[in-house]
């Protein structure tokens, strides 16, 4: 096989009858022959995208981020912790539970600092975004919403796995073959294709109302909390377009977007958002 793989100059067709997929990634020990096997087999397997080794950072997990390995593991999601390639790291991934080597699910865990910071959103939102597009589903674990309902995350967190599960059976893998991860940041994709982690409830009773000025701040908070609880990752700007379009106006002014920044800050600072 080494001889193939040097000398081949336009193409090499692999022909195997087991994927890299296959092969427990904690059976197999670094800088052995079946690492290099495995790792050509899903490089073979995402058609050359794979130009780098996806593996664990050796960087330690948080409190928060141990607090949710320890209760999703306990609840039989096996999972690899800090795993990814270059600038691509993901806090969490869950493996098919009957193909250790199988990656289905990516789980993030975010702080209460990370709510307030735009860089790090926008950088994680297209991410996601071209995560996603290389076949992996996300699921994502806010702290508030952890410290405030543990049990109800854990739940939520077994439900996204298990369907994470049910999905890679019944597609028979990703777009590419493989949960393969992009060795470099190749920046933004086109399309926002975020599906929602879950459902919102009910919406606000808040009637339609000609002016911004006519809505109360617990109004608009309450309206903001309705559409970030679907669970998507929203930059402030995309917020606000959403705002927008629920208040029934027809443009984005600048008293509006002032008004809806404001309850924006006032639900961190409260730890809402």
Same mark, same amino acid.
């Given at each position: 096989?080494?001889?193939?793989?040097?000398?081949?100059?336009?193409?090499?067709?692999?022909?195997?009858?087991?994927?890299?997929?296959?092969?427990?990634?904690?059976?197999?020990?670094?800088?052995?022959?079946?690492?290099?096997?495995?790792?050509?087999?899903?490089?073979?397997?995402?058609?050359?995208?794979?130009?780098?080794?996806?593996?664990?950072?050796?960087?330690?997990?948080?409190?928060?981020?141990?607090?949710?390995?320890?209760?999703?593991?306990?609840?039989?999601?096996?999972?690899?912790?800090?795993?990814?390639?270059? $600038?691509?790291?993901?806090?969490?991934?869950?493996?098919?539970?009957?193909?250790?080597?199988?990656?289905?699910?990516?789980?993030?865990?975010?702080?209460?600092?990370?709510?307030?910071?735009?860089?790090?959103?926008?950088?994680?939102?297209? $991410?996601?975004?071209?995560?996603?597009?290389?076949?992996?589903?996300?699921?994502?674990?806010?702290?508030?919403?952890?410290?405030?309902?543990?049990?109800?995350?854990?739940?939520?967190?077994?439900?996204?796995?298990?369907?994470?599960?049910?999905?890679?059976?019944?597609?028979?893998?990703?777009?590419?073959?493989?949960?393969?991860?992009?060795?470099?940041?190749?920046?933004?994709?086109?399309?926002?294709?975020?599906?929602?982690?879950?459902?919102?409830?009910?919406?606000?009773?808040?009637?339609?109302?000609?002016?911004?000025?006519?809505?109360?701040?617990?109004?608009?908070?309450?309206?903001?909390?309705?559409?970030?609880?679907?669970?998507?990752?929203?930059?402030?700007?995309?917020?606000?377009?959403?705002?927008?379009?629920?208040?029934?106006?027809?443009?984005?002014?600048? $008293?509006?977007?002032?008004?809806?920044?404001?309850?924006?800050?006032?639900?961190?600072?409260?730890?809402?958002?």
């Amino acid at each position: 096989m080494n001889v193939a793989v040097t000398r081949a100059r336009y193409r090499m067709t692999l022909v195997s009858s087991f994927g890299h997929a296959d092969m427990d990634l904690s059976k197999v020990k670094p800088g052995t022959g079946v690492e290099l096997l495995r790792h050509y087999l899903q490089y073979a397997a995402t058609n050359g995208k794979l130009l780098a080794d996806v593996q664990t950072t050796g960087l330690p997990l948080n409190e928060f981020e141990a607090q949710v390995f320890d209760a999703l593991q306990s609840n039989g999601i096996p999972l690899i912790p800090q795993m990814g390639a270059s $600038r691509f790291r993901i806090d969490l991934v869950a493996q098919h539970p009957r193909q250790p080597g199988r990656f289905v699910l990516a789980i993030e865990c975010d702080g209460a600092t990370y709510h307030s910071s735009p860089t790090a959103r926008d950088r994680d939102r297209l $991410r996601q975004q071209q995560l996603e597009n290389l076949g992996w589903r996300f699921h994502r674990i806010w702290s508030t919403d952890w410290f405030m309902r543990k049990d109800e995350e854990v739940q939520r967190a077994v439900a996204a796995y298990q369907a994470a599960v049910g999905y890679a059976d019944k597609s028979g893998g990703s777009p590419h073959g493989s949960n393969a991860m992009p060795a470099h940041d190749t920046g933004p994709v086109g399309g926002n294709r975020f599906a929602a982690d879950r459902e919102r409830g009910a919406h606000p009773s808040i009637p339609y109302r000609d002016s911004i000025t006519d809505y109360d701040a617990g109004e608009l908070t309450a309206l903001i909390r309705w559409i970030n609880s679907d669970g998507q990752l929203r930059t402030d700007d995309e917020l606000v377009d959403e705002m927008v379009r629920e208040l029934g106006f027809a443009r984005r002014g600048a $008293r509006i977007e002032a008004a809806v920044r404001e309850a924006i800050q006032d639900l961190r600072h409260r730890n809402l958002l």
